[in-house]
């Protein structure tokens, strides 16, 4: 019988966390990648499943909202399952507790897309999903994401080259550099007297090795808790994102 609802254990360590003794959203993004591949690679969607049709996984969306945040020498429960299916899309949705309390910690929304190997376009999922029966009835309970567009008056910007440990297996840039450069567009002072309670991302275009991004930030509809983010790349934006800070 598949498993529609996975749930991976975790300790997080003084490693993986910040300055703040949390976990950075670089590191949250890339451990819900980690335990949405597990999951994939358990109910038959995963990447050699993936490559024998000549299709990858992309993420192209994700939506995380945090009551807490995750700290240091701690164990979390990460659970995740597969909420529709579609001929170019699935989402995914996840949950964390706090394993000692049970106490929700964070959700997240998630939309994969499929690329095709060779020419880089949207590529067709109808042959994954045949005979598979994956989607779940549970419930997303928290918030989905909104549109996000460019930055067009940015008060905040600096300029990054791509570089070697930038490229991931698909040869364009991970998704934990480009949330790093977004969350460094604050200083540690913000850092100390903030944090981040939910954050949105769209991804738009690859980029590779040697480009030089161009990140651009500004507060949203002139709030100073929510900001919009872009990354661009010879003036086209790779991704959009939205981030909301709270006082600690």
Request: proline content about 4%; some cysteine.
């Amino acid at each position: 019988m598949i498993q529609k609802v996975f749930t991976n254990e975790f300790f997080l360590t003084a490693s993986e966390v910040n300055a703040q003794r949390e976990m950075p959203l670089s590191r949250l993004v890339t451990t819900l990648i980690d335990t949405a591949t597990c999951h994939a690679n358990l109910i038959g969607i995963g990447f050699d499943r993936m490559i024998r049709e000549g299709i990858s996984w992309v993420l192209s969306r994700l939506t995380i909202d945090m009551p807490e945040v995750p700290t240091v020498n701690r164990t979390y429960r990460l659970s995740t399952w597969v909420e529709s299916t579609s001929r170019l899309f699935s989402e995914r949705d996840f949950e964390m507790t706090d394993a000692e309390s049970g106490r929700v910690i964070m959700r997240a929304h998630s939309t994969w897309m499929a690329v095709n190997m060779t020419t880089r376009r949207p590529g067709d999922l109808t042959p994954i999903w045949e005979g598979l029966d994956i989607v779940t009835d549970r419930c997303f309970e928290g918030e989905k994401g909104g549109k996000l567009m460019p930055v067009t008056n940015p008060e905040r910007e600096h300029s990054y080259r791509f570089a070697v440990s930038d490229i991931d297996v698909n040869r364009h840039v991970t998704t934990r550099r480009y949330i790093d450069l977004i969350t460094d567009m604050w200083t540690l002072d913000h850092y100390e007297a903030m944090r981040p309670s939910r954050f949105e991302v769209a991804f738009k275009h690859e980029a590779h090795y040697d480009e030089e991004a161009h990140v651009v930030s500004a507060p949203h509809e002139g709030s100073p808790e929510i900001s919009d983010v872009a990354i661009e790349v010879n003036s086209t934006p790779c991704c959009l994102a939205r981030i909301r800070f709270e006082t600690r």
